[in-house]
């Protein structure tokens, strides 16, 4: 069983479609398992500049492989008309023009989180604030400390820790912030992980383009923020719910 997981798209279709080729490829699945399911993270509009073309690269995804998705906060924002940093005048524009489109269906009843196999999946954090918008989980942010901010809910690693416990969860994934990280929870205490990523050797149906990757195993509990899935060098994950692998597409 195994899920490729991706995060803060962000209306960039030209790194979904690169995205969708890596994992489309024999060396992938080789050497990382069968893909099962992708889970997306959210904020896939806002920012951007093609978010028509992006929102049918994810449709043409659905239709391959059993698609998961979260709200992130642009999502939410967008439907909700929240002014949000970030988006230039042609972003705005383009996203303006989408606001009767059928492909806005995939965020018909998406939900705030999804569980599979212990591990949360959710676009910002754990917490169960209320309905304020910037307490809403996909406005959370995993900070150094705690408290309400312009920009979302900031939590700890602690009370993250604190909150899946109560829920009989071992590991969260999420995005929201556009760093990878890894903490996990040891007999020691609260841990960051060094991430050491290498080469995949072998092609990738792209010779401008490689994998590099990081691989944590799960046996502590851990929270695990993903990159984000735009620019030229686009991040994600693969999970088989025992080891996690931290995945960028780096061109050379």
Same mark, same amino acid.
């Given at each position: 069983m195994g899920a490729v997981i991706f995060s803060d798209v962000h209306a960039d279709s030209a790194a979904v479609e @690169? *995205? @969708? +080729?890596?994992?489309? %490829? +024999?060396?992938?699945?080789n050497e990382f398992g069968p893909i099962d399911s992708l889970v997306n993270l959210g904020d896939l509009v806002h920012r951007g500049d093609r978010p028509k073309e992006t929102l049918e690269k994810i449709h043409t995804l659905s239709s391959r492989y059993r698609l998961v998705s979260v709200m992130?906060?642009?999502d939410h924002a967008y439907l909700h008309g929240i002014v949000v940093s970030g988006s230039d005048s042609s972003s705005a524009y383009r996203h303006e023009q989408l606001? #009767? +489109?059928p492909l806005l269906s995939i965020f018909d009843g998406m939900p705030m989180e999804y569980v599979d196999d212990g591990m949360l999946f959710v676009h910002g954090g754990p917490l169960e604030l209320g309905?304020? %918008?910037l307490r809403l989980k996909c406005w959370q942010r995993l900070s150094h400390e705690a408290g #309400? *901010? *312009? %920009?979302g809910y900031h939590y700890t690693a602690q009370m993250a820790f604190d909150a899946l416990g109560a829920r009989g969860l071992t590991h969260m994934c999420c995005g929201h912030q556009h760093q990878h990280i890894c903490c996990q929870k040891t007999s020691e205490g609260?841990? !960051?992980?060094n991430l050491e990523f290498r080469r995949l050797e072998g092609r990738q149906g792209n010779h401008d383009s490689c994998i590099e990757y990081a !691989?944590? +195993?799960l046996n502590f509990p851990s929270l695990l923020r993903i990159g984000g899935c735009h620019g030229p060098e686009p991040e994600f994950a693969y999970t088989d719910f025992s080891t996690f692998s931290f995945i960028r597409i780096r061109t050379n």
């Amino acid at each position: 069983m195994g899920a490729v997981i991706f995060s803060d798209v962000h209306a960039d279709s030209a790194a979904v479609e @690169a *995205f @969708a +080729s890596c994992i489309g %490829t +024999s060396l992938f699945r080789n050497e990382f398992g069968p893909i099962d399911s992708l889970v997306n993270l959210g904020d896939l509009v806002h920012r951007g500049d093609r978010p028509k073309e992006t929102l049918e690269k994810i449709h043409t995804l659905s239709s391959r492989y059993r698609l998961v998705s979260v709200m992130g906060n642009h999502d939410h924002a967008y439907l909700h008309g929240i002014v949000v940093s970030g988006s230039d005048s042609s972003s705005a524009y383009r996203h303006e023009q989408l606001r #009767d +489109s059928p492909l806005l269906s995939i965020f018909d009843g998406m939900p705030m989180e999804y569980v599979d196999d212990g591990m949360l999946f959710v676009h910002g954090g754990p917490l169960e604030l209320g309905n304020q %918008t910037l307490r809403l989980k996909c406005w959370q942010r995993l900070s150094h400390e705690a408290g #309400d *901010f *312009f %920009t979302g809910y900031h939590y700890t690693a602690q009370m993250a820790f604190d909150a899946l416990g109560a829920r009989g969860l071992t590991h969260m994934c999420c995005g929201h912030q556009h760093q990878h990280i890894c903490c996990q929870k040891t007999s020691e205490g609260i841990i !960051q992980k060094n991430l050491e990523f290498r080469r995949l050797e072998g092609r990738q149906g792209n010779h401008d383009s490689c994998i590099e990757y990081a !691989q944590i +195993s799960l046996n502590f509990p851990s929270l695990l923020r993903i990159g984000g899935c735009h620019g030229p060098e686009p991040e994600f994950a693969y999970t088989d719910f025992s080891t996690f692998s931290f995945i960028r597409i780096r061109t050379n």
